[in-house]
């Protein structure tokens, strides 16, 4: 059974750029959240999608968009990068069962912005 | 106030100790309690969950919540130099969507 898997898993970019990174989820999970992790620090909340739509957003800036694809994956896109963007982005990916949902990391990507 | 703390450490233990890792949240509404193990350069693994007040045992490892002084624990038995890594406290304000974390206690457990 493949766990959450991301694409790339290294990234570098220079200010301006654009980047996409993409997330396959765990079989049987329906939902995917973003999460961007600075050294030293806990993952923050991008976002969450469910059922192709956003379902809840964390305090990130518009530049952070993201899209869920009908066979579950996903993909977050940042424009206009700069320097401060450089992190590991997390994909975590989760279904509901009874009254909870456990969310499950796959191996990040991690991205350099010069 | 942060919504999730943690002591950062270190957290340094002998081998066959006890490891106690803390953290205190201040949303009195929150729901869902997780700890997540991160070794360094890796992603988060989940360790534990816990939603009911009380202590929940899973091998070595023993999560316990109360909601009233709004602090969830971590306790790990017989440590072992593998457990040496970032231990993240998450804590989910509804039974799921947006995880807020502490920023990690790291432990050290020396043989």
């Known amino acids: 059974d493949a766990g959450v898997t991301q694409s790339p898993t290294h990234l570098i970019k220079t200010r301006g750029q654009q980047v996409t990174l993409r997330c396959s989820p765990k079989s049987g999970h329906d939902t995917v959240s973003w999460y961007q992790q600075a050294l030293g620090q806990g993952p923050q909340f991008i976002f969450q999608y469910y059922e192709e739509e956003e379902r809840q957003r964390g305090n990130f800036p518009d530049r952070f968009s993201g899209h869920q694809f009908p066979n579950y994956s996903s993909e977050l896109n940042v424009n206009a990068l700069l320097l401060g963007d450089s992190a590991l982005y997390l994909c975590?990916?989760?279904?509901?069962?009874?009254?909870?949902?456990?969310?499950?990391f796959g191996p990040g990507t991690r991205l350099l912005v010069l | 106030q942060k919504e999730v703390e943690q002591n950062s450490g270190p957290l340094s233990v002998p081998e066959g100790a006890i490891a106690s890792l803390n953290c205190t949240y201040s949303d009195r509404g929150s729901q869902s309690f997780f700890w997540y193990r991160q070794y360094s350069g890796k992603s988060p693994e989940l360790i534990m969950f816990i939603y009911s007040n009380g202590d929940k045992e899973d091998g070595r490892f023993t999560a316990q919540l109360n909601k009233a002084s709004q602090y969830v624990s971590l306790l790990i038995r017989d440590s072992q130099p593998s457990d040496s890594a970032t231990y993240l406290c998450a804590v989910n304000r509804n039974q799921g969507g947006k995880l807020i974390f502490g920023q990690g206690t790291e432990l050290s457990v020396k043989p």
């Open positions: 975590a990916s989760s279904f509901w069962q009874d009254r909870s949902e456990t969310q499950y």
